[in-house]
């Protein structure tokens, strides 16, 4: 049975773009060498965005999370699309060759499925280094829901003061990655520290949401946010410029945010010509699990074109889609209808 959730097709068109662009920086690194930063950053922002949503509906509701479902629903979400690719990308890197050794694959494998990668870069096995992104997600779902029950419950969500502390949040951050900079900025690239404003940015974009639509020159700032986003997208060297790491995350992530003022509200796409992007945010999920085992086994075990990664990406993340993706948000959709059904009861028997 296919997912029940309603998709919100702006978001999706988000989506769409951020993926679009991960896959181009591996297709064609010399031309849009800072893409995969940008791409990885919206997606960052997004999340962050989504996140507190689903959070703060539960806060707000019931002054606490539903940690059992929160977590539930993740796993449900990120786990079977993922641990599929790692036993397909495994199965195949035996079949034609590891990459250095059995050994080596295997730690890649565990420490990307136990979403340790952005902490242990070193064990990283090429095809799957690219996991690091998602575990600073799942870092990053650990430590917020806590953190927003705790200021929600002493009232600290409230108008000034949560910009206040959102700015401290992402001050901190920043602070952080800029010590570490001085030392070697491409370490730094895979942390969790390097990026946590844009997922915090993320968060308060949610809860400044109405007041983001309101804001009379959103439409300009949204495609003003696009220009950038495009500029960045082809410079130079971008991983190894020290200023993406002190201002690139911000900006990308208040990009991206000017973006998703506009099109949060969006339940299907304003023109065909934007069908494209918004199908592939459907499946951006699934696309960016296998962009990397994609582009490894094309170009580096092939020595083919960047640009067959694509198509190969697409074909292996409408795969990920049916047969596996729809299957396990189907249960999750009965599990939160049962869910529902359940707390009706138990308010009729009040």
């Not at 280094?129 to 997600?137: P, S």
């Not at 600290?156 to 401290?168: C, E, H, Q, W, Y």
């Not at 390097?194 to 949610?206: H, I, Q, S």
Request: hydrophobic share 55%; net charge positive.
């Amino acid at each position: 049975m296919p997912s029940q959730r309603a998709h919100i097709a702006g978001l999706d068109i988000v989506r769409g773009i951020a993926i679009a662009l991960v896959m181009l920086r591996h297709a064609a690194p010399d031309i849009f060498d800072g893409a995969g930063i940008v791409g990885v950053v919206m997606f960052f922002a997004l999340s962050g965005y989504l996140i507190t949503g689903t959070l703060m509906g539960n806060i707000e509701r019931r002054g606490r999370v539903d940690y059992k479902r929160f977590y539930t629903n993740r796993a449900l979400r990120l786990l079977p699309a993922m641990f599929s690719m790692l036993l397909i990308f495994v199965i195949v890197e035996l079949i034609i060759g590891p990459t250095g050794s059995v050994g080596r694959l295997l730690v890649g494998a565990l420490v990307g499925g136990l979403y340790l990668q952005d902490l242990l870069p070193m064990l990283s096995y090429p095809g799957i280094n690219h996991l690091w992104t998602l575990a600073v997600e799942e870092q990053f779902y650990l430590l917020w829901p806590a953190l927003l029950v705790f200021l929600f419950r002493r009232k600290v969500l409230t108008k000034g003061i949560r910009v206040a502390v959102v700015g401290l949040v992402a001050i901190c951050a920043l602070s952080v990655v800029a010590a570490t900079a001085v030392l070697d900025v491409v370490v730094i690239y895979p942390l969790p520290t390097t990026w946590a404003v844009a997922l915090v940015l993320g968060g308060a974009a949610y809860i400044h949401r109405d007041r983001l639509e309101r804001t009379r020159a959103s439409i300009p700032l949204a495609i003003t946010a696009a220009v950038i986003l495009a500029g960045f997208s082809v410079m130079p060297d971008a991983k190894e410029q020290a200023i993406t790491y002190l201002l690139g995350g911000a900006l990308v992530a208040l990009c991206t945010i000017a973006i998703i003022a506009v099109t949060r509200t969006w339940q299907a796409s304003p023109t065909r010509a934007l069908e494209p992007l918004r199908a592939l945010g459907v499946i951006s999920y699934g696309a960016y699990l296998w962009n990397g085992p994609a582009t490894h086994w094309t170009v580096d075990s092939l020595g083919l074109s960047g640009w067959l990664s694509i198509p190969v990406t697409l074909v292996l993340a409408v795969a990920s889609w049916y047969l596996v993706e729809r299957r396990f948000l189907s249960i999750k959709d009965r599990l939160a209808l049962q869910a529902r059904q359940r707390r009706e009861q138990e308010i009729q028997s009040v």
